[in-house]
């Protein structure tokens, strides 16, 4: 059985809002990704990641995100 969505807060425009936590911890659970690096603009640029975090959040799955356990880039979590 799929998670049930949570509704999600939405702004005076009706858009589900992207902070830079959100675009920060997204990049924390990619492999291999250090969030301060050079390279990681231009991932969040080219894979369109607010897209990305706008529809996990509708379908509810945003909080499920994990980093990585096998290649240290726990580091880098700050949740």
Request: glycine share 6%; net charge positive.
């Amino acid at each position: 059985m799929p998670p049930i969505p949570t509704p999600y807060a939405r702004d005076l425009f009706g858009e589900v809002p992207v902070t830079t936590l959100d675009i920060r911890k997204w990049l924390v659970c990619v492999p291999r990704m250090d969030p301060d690096s050079p390279r990681a603009a231009w991932y969040v640029k080219g894979y369109n990641v607010a897209d990305k975090i706008r529809h996990a959040k509708l379908r509810g799955t945003f909080h499920d995100l994990r980093p990585p356990g096998n290649d240290g880039a726990e580091r880098w979590f700050f949740m």
